[in-house]
């Protein structure tokens, strides 16, 4: 799977983005998918996942009640709807597929990876 990250930008705090993530070269069907992130000077984090229908997701602490994760079968697309961004929202945002039926919280539970896109929250 090949996937292409973007929507990344600079906006000050308490401001929107969306982030999208296109997944192309095989089924999107068949996997989960998984938005990360990594801060300047620290390790890669789980943000938000979703199953592969769709129908369970799942959100750090950090982000839950502000960011939303969906999915677009039609166009194999994944996106994190991102609300209320604050300063300690940024970071290189990564998007990520997992062959399986649930939904993975861990860098390592994923196969494929898309390059980062920045996302700057200014106070």
């Known amino acids: 799977v090949q996937l292409q990250a973007s929507g990344g930008g600079l906006v000050q705090a308490g401001a929107s983005l969306r982030l999208s993530c296109a997944a192309s070269?095989?089924?999107?069907?068949?996997?989960?998918m998984g938005w990360f992130r990594q801060g300047p000077g620290k390790e890669r984090e789980f943000v938000a996942a979703i199953s592969r229908s769709g129908g369970r997701t799942s959100y750090s602490d950090s982000v839950k009640g502000r960011f939303t994760i969906s999915r677009d079968s039609a166009k194999n697309t994944v996106y994190l709807e991102m609300n209320n961004l604050k300063p300690e929202d940024t970071a290189d945002y990564y998007c990520?597929?997992?062959?399986?039926?649930?939904?993975?919280?861990?860098?390592?539970?994923?196969?494929?990876w898309g390059q980062g896109t920045l996302v700057t929250v200014s106070s």
């Open positions: 990520a597929a997992a062959l399986g039926t649930s939904y993975y919280l861990t860098t390592e539970r994923y196969d494929y």
């Open positions: 070269g095989r089924t999107f069907s068949n996997y989960a």
